[in-house]
Every structure is written in C-alpha cells, then in structure tokens.
C-alpha cells in the first residue's frame, strides 16, 4: 500500500504577529512546528503501515526551511519525505495549494495512468491552525478525480480496494465506505501521536530529502502560486476583544445575592416558579 | 556549563527530558500515591529506542555506554526517579549480560533487552546480606546439566515485574564467596517465585519484591561467566552501574532545585518575591552548586568507564556518594525554600525528599562506598611506596 500525508509548517504559536503592509504573516522568530492535526497523520499512516504494510511518504509544499517539518515527520516514523517547493508556488491560496499536492501525490505515485497515480491513501490534518480553511484536503481529491471523506476519527478497517472510516460530526459520527484511492482529513480523537525514537531521529537527520520543483511533477504554471489563486487576503486583523462585563467574586451565597440586585437595577428580573 | 556532548547524545538526552516532561510528571504524584508500576511509560520508552542507547549494535542496540544511560536516568529522573527506576534497575540487570555473557546468551536476551520488550532485575541482596555481599546463603547446587536454586533474595527492583534475573547464589558452599556464581533466570521458571511487593518510603512507582527459589532447576547454560565468579560479576556490575544510581540521584536534586527556584519567584512575603531575599539567594546557590559538581563527577565516572578504565571503582564510588549526598541535601532545602507547602503533597518536592533517601542506600550504602574509596587510597599509596 501506498500512503501519502501531506503535512504543512506552521508558526508554533496563536500570538503571530502580522506584517500590516503585505497582510501576511511575520514567521522570522517564532518557532515552526508541523501544523498539530497533520502529527495526527502521520501517526495513522505508521500505525497503517505497521498493520498493513506500506511506505508513507511525507510531502509539504513551502520553503526550504519547511524541510525541517519533513524531518520531523520521518523521526516520527514516516519513511521518507519530499519538499515541493519552487518559486512559481509563491502566493498560493488553498486552491492553488491543492493543484500543486495533487500534481505531486500523483508524481510520487508513479503510474500516470492508475488513479491518484498509484497511491492508495493520502492522509492529512482537517485543518491547519494558521490558515484554518480545511479546504486543501478536499481540493487534492477533487483534483485527483477521487473520493475524499473529512474529520475522520477512526479507520476501521481496509480491505479488497474498500475503506470503512467513522467521520465525526457535531453530535456522533457517520460510518462511510468508500473505495480506495482516497483523501482523508483526521481530527486529534483518531489516536494518540507517539513521540519520536533515536532509530526515526538518526534516520531523519541522515535522510535525504528531495525537492520537487513545478517541472518535477508537471503542473501547469497558470494553476500555480499566485496566477493560480483567485482568492485574495484583503485584510488580516485581531478582532476587537468583547469589552465590558463585571465580575462577582467571593461565596455564591453573597456573589448571587449581589448578580441578582444588579440585574434588577438593570430592570431584568427573574420569575421565581 | 558545556559538558561536550555528542549531536547523538544531545538527541537522547532530548528525548528523555521529553518523555519526562509529557510522560511522566504528570502522573508522578499519582504513582507515588497508588505505587502502580509504570508500564506505559516503559512502553514509551521502547518505543523511542531508549532501551537502545547502551547495548552494543551487534545487539539491536545503538551502542552507547553507561554514559548515554546515565543521561536517560537523569533527565527521568527529574520528573520522578521512582518510574526512571524502572528503566535504571534494568540496565543493572542488563549489565552483567553485556560484561559476561556468551555469544548464545546475548543472542537470547540482548535484543528484547534493547527492544524493551521485557525487563531484567539484579538479585544479590538477601535478608543477611546487604552491606556484607560475601555472606549470601542462596545455594546453586549443581546437579547434572542444571543447577537448584534454593534461597531467598531480597528487595529486588523490577522484581516481578522483570522477565530475566541475574541471581549470585552459591554453587560451593564450602569456599564461601569464591563457591559463588551469577546464573540467569526467568520469570516463568518452575520453582521461582515472588514475595509481597515492599510498601517503601520512596520510590514507591517502582517494584521491590522478595525473589523465593524453591528446588529451582535452571540448566547450566544459564551460568554467566564461570563457576565460582559471581563475586566478581557482581563487583563489576555494580562499579559501572553506579553512576546509574548517582545520575538517579542527580536528575532528583535538579527536579528539586528547579521547583525551588521557580517556587521561590513566585511566592511572595513582606511585599517581595521570596527569591529576593539573601536567605533564600544563598541557598539556592549552594544547591545549584552542588548539583553541577555531582553532575561533573558523575559524568566523568561514566566517561571513565566507556572509555575502559581499568579500575574504576573508586571513582563510581565517589560519584554515588557525592550526587546521594547532594540529592538528599538539596530535597530537603527545597522542601524548606517552599516552606509549609514543600511539606504538603500538593507539591513536588516532599517526594523528591523521600525519594532521594534510597540513593544513599541502595546498590551499596555510602558508608561501603567510603571504605571502596578509602581502600583505594591506601592500596594505591601502598603500591606507591614499593
């Protein structure tokens, strides 16, 4: 079996600051980290491969310093991992992000006729914590022709070219089936990610990672980075903190007594039953 | 202070103090309450290769030394040195193996050893004989192609929970410790079993059981070295596993003093935080102090004996001493700089006190480690004046 997790790097922090001029993030100083549902991944890639079998490959699409996160993730049990990264990515929305994973899943995969060029599972985060579109995972399988189920929670089981999986929704989950090759975005309850070993981080550290370039895995220019992306970020802002309010502190038989009187002050009262 | 570590050694010590962080000070205090043996922490640390670190390569190991254990224990040890024990009382067990084993034993156990599929447990110690190693009375008779074991070995840790047993046990009665003989046992052999787990002190997640062998039949190939070496096996194993207890012992009065310290800026008295008072300044200096010295002797000791340094038993002696000695003095001061909530179980450091105790006991009591030092000295100035 064939797996694929696309992870991505994020800046390890909610308080980034942002550059007003560009709108874009200020990551100089602020350590990166793999954006935390994609670690979620690629524990369920290992833990497919320790029961199934399998290669997992990790891709990311960012700059050379994202090579980093690639080498995380193999300390973390993945095989081996390849940066996609080229100039020509520059400015991508989550569309354009999309087309560029799905030309590289399909790369990867080797065999330009099979569908998603081979790969069996391609696996990822439901959302990164900078960005939180949730729409890249979709996107790679619309652009792969194949299906895509989100906020897995479980993978029950695989068998004969078929997938059953427990997608988690606002109040219990839904059991799908659907066939393989397929796209799954997993939320954290799918497992717990185990913490790396010397063997995975001696192997990161000597591991090569290739880069892919556009070239590589034959995308057309017009559907990347910035010409490839009809959406544009206007305007990034810290939304004004909800002002106001009062506190009541000490005992709840004195704090409810004086709630109650500032309530009636405020000519709301509360009907006694 | 730079103690040149390797980029490998660095990443094992990483790892360590990361799995002490996430895995175990969290359910320290829970542990220390229940005396539960840590299993999933030992699952973790299996799975992150730290069983590894020390056991040649040839092995399954990463063919590290006592130095690369030292660094796990301490950095365990930090967040509670009764779980790093686990891992701790199995380099011991697994140490006589790598030293004294054949080819076909550490074949056998070696690569679950580094696996940390199973544990391994060291029984020397009997109701009579603590600091007097030499008057053991579990006999080893042979008999044909097995020995049987008859005796009782006393406060072993991993006991029970091991699955392999070096045991020291006489085969010659009559030559007394020269009769002596270090013979492997399982868990599961007919004729061994355990006591009631200890109720200790300190400690208290890791496992301390009474070994019962009762016409315990073991084959013969299960004797390590030769008949009549168990002395020396023994000897030997506990000179290089030493700076294991010290590391123990220093990973506690770090845990310690880092509490103190960040105890001390946060609680306030007389309008100030407590750490700006010279009372507290100068005894958090002395504590840090001590604890770089203990961590300087013992690195040095487990250095010495990965580079094969003939005869190291004294200095693995000085730095049990030393770091058992600072981690004692420097628990209690930490207990005392948090004052009446250092006493409460609330906090940390009341268990790291009662933890640091034992290291000062056990694998050889501090008064034997003098006499091992002293009986050093004066060999060497004997020696000196021939």
């Known amino acids: 079996m064939k797996i694929i997790v696309c992870i991505k790097q994020v800046p390890d922090t909610t308080n980034v600051r942002i550059n007003p001029e560009t709108n874009t993030l200020v990551r100089e100083g602020v350590q990166s980290i793999i954006n935390p549902f994609d670690v979620y991944a690629i524990e369920e890639a290992v833990r497919l491969k320790e029961k199934h079998g399998a290669t997992v490959t990790v891709i990311t699409m960012g700059p050379p310093q994202a090579a980093e996160a690639l080498r995380e993730a193999i300390s973390l049990g993945a095989d081996d991992a390849r940066l996609v990264s080229d100039r020509a990515f520059a400015g991508a929305d989550t569309l354009a992000t999309a087309y560029a994973l799905s030309c590289a899943v399909r790369h990867l995969g080797g065999d330009a006729k099979a569908p998603a060029g081979g790969v069996d599972v391609i696996l990822m985060g439901r959302q990164a914590i900078d960005g939180d579109t949730g729409q890249v995972g979709p996107g790679v399988a619309e652009n792969l022709d194949i299906s895509h189920v989100t906020d897995i929670r479980k993978i029950e089981e695989i068998k ?114 | 202070m730079n103690y040149f570590l390797t980029d490998d050694q660095k990443m094992i010590k990483d790892l360590a103090a990361q799995i002490a962080r996430e895995k175990i000070a969290p359910i320290a205090a829970e542990l220390d309450e229940s005396q539960q043996f840590p299993w999933d922490v030992v699952k973790t640390l299996a799975q992150s290769d730290l069983f590894r670190v020390f056991i040649p390569t040839e092995y399954e190991g990463l063919g590290g030394g006592m130095f690369e254990m030292c660094l796990v224990v301490e950095e365990l040890s930090r967040a509670c040195s009764g779980i790093a024990l686990a891992y701790a009382a199995s380099g011991l067990g697994t140490i006589p193996i790598i030293l004294f084993g054949n080819e076909e034993q550490k074949k056998k156990y070696l690569p679950r050893l580094a696996a940390g599929e199973i544990l391994a447990a060291f029984g020397l110690t009997e109701p009579g004989a603590g600091s007097d190693a030499a008057g053991i009375k579990t006999t080893a008779k042979p008999d044909g192609d097995s020995f049987v074991i008859n005796g009782t070995k006393q ?80 000897m030997k194993t506990l000179d290089q596993s030493r700076p294991g207890v010290a590391s123990q012992a220093l990973g506690i009065a770090q845990g310690a003093l880092d509490k103190a310290v960040e105890y001390s800026r946060e609680r306030h008295q007389f309008g100030k935080p407590i750490s700006a008072f010279q009372g507290i300044q100068f005894m958090l200096a002395d504590m840090a102090t001590q604890v770089e010295a203990a961590r300087s002797l013992t690195y040095a000791a487990a250095r010495s004996i990965d580079a094969g340094e003939k005869d190291v038993s004294r200095l693995s002696a000085m730095a049990k001493v030393f770091a058992s000695d600072t981690a004692m003095k420097v628990t209690t001061d930490a207990v005392q700089v948090l004052g009446g909530y250092g006493y409460m179980k609330d906090y940390p450091v009341e268990k790291m006190m009662r933890d640091a105790k034992i290291t000062q006991i056990y694998e050889g009591t501090n008064q034997i480690q003098r006499e091992v030092i002293a009986l050093g000295l004066i060999k060497e100035s004997v020696r000196g004046k021939k």
């Not at chain 2, 091991?162 to 007394?176: C, E, H, N, S, V």
């Not at chain 2, 355990?194 to 009762?214: D, P, W, Y």
């Open chain 1, 160 to 273: 004969d070219g078929r997938i059953v999986v427990e997608r988690l929704l606002e109040e219990g989950y839904a059991r799908i089936a659907a066939r393989l090759p397929v796209v799954l975005t997993v939320v954290k309850e799918i497992n717990t990610p185990r913490l790396p070993s010397l063997k995975g981080k001696l192997a990161a550290k000597k591991a090569e990672i290739p880069v892919l370039k556009a070239s590589d895995i034959g995308a057309d220019p017009e559907r990347l980075g910035l010409n490839g992306s009809p959406t544009q970020v206007m305007k990034i802002f810290t939304p004004p903190k909800p002002g106001g309010g009062k506190k009541f502190t000490g005992e709840p038989a004195e704090t409810v007594g004086a709630f109650l009187t500032e309530l009636a002050a405020a000519g709301i009262t509360i009907r006694k039953r």
């Open chain 2, 155 to 234: 406060w072993i840790t991993n006991g029970g929970e091991a699955a392999i047993y070096t045991l020291i046990a006489l085969t010659d009665p009559a030559r007394g410790v020269r009769g002596s003989s270090a013979i492997l046992v399982d868990k599961d052999h007919p004729g061994f079993t355990f006591g009631k787990k200890e109720n200790k002190m300190g400690i208290r997640a890791s496992a301390t059981r009474e070994l019962v062998f009762q016409d315990c039949r073991v084959p013969k190939t299960n004797l390590l070295a030769k008949e009549g070496m168990g002395f020396l096996v023994a």
